[in-house]
């Protein structure tokens, strides 16, 4: 069975910065591609940045130049650095593992901005 568990969501001002985190247990994590979605009030879930095990990285059009997704797989865990935050950037974001073709998600961690 596979495991994800979230960190370092909460409250930051427009324009500032925030950092999630996702730890993974589970045989064959640390080859699997991963990823952070999200999904904001009324809107239906989104890819935000998705990482292969070689690293390899492919971002949402709206947070590019923005958000970068890291991963280190002796630790498997991956990150999502998100800068100059924007009010559409308010949303649940979940972490996902696609492992052997079984797409696994985190509990959710809510990012909000403060005004």
């Known amino acids: 069975q596979v495991q994800l568990v979230e960190s370092g969501g909460g409250l930051v001002q427009a324009g500032g910065s925030l950092t999630l985190s996702c730890a993974a247990s589970?045989?064959?994590?640390?080859?699997?591609?991963m990823g952070w979605y999200r999904q904001a009030p009324g809107k239906q879930r989104e890819m935000v940045a998705t990482?292969?095990?070689?690293?390899?990285?492919n971002y949402a059009d709206s947070v590019k130049g923005r958000f970068t997704i890291s991963r280190d797989n002796a630790k498997n865990t991956v990150h999502l650095q998100m800068n100059s935050l924007k009010p559409e950037d308010i949303a649940v974001y979940y972490c996902?593992?696609?492992?052997?073709?079984?797409?696994?998600w985190g509990q959710g961690t809510q990012v909000t901005l403060s005004s």
């Open positions: 589970g045989s064959g994590v640390s080859v699997s591609p």
């Open positions: 996902n593992i696609n492992r052997w073709g079984a797409n696994y």
């Open positions: 990482i292969t095990s070689g690293g390899s990285t």
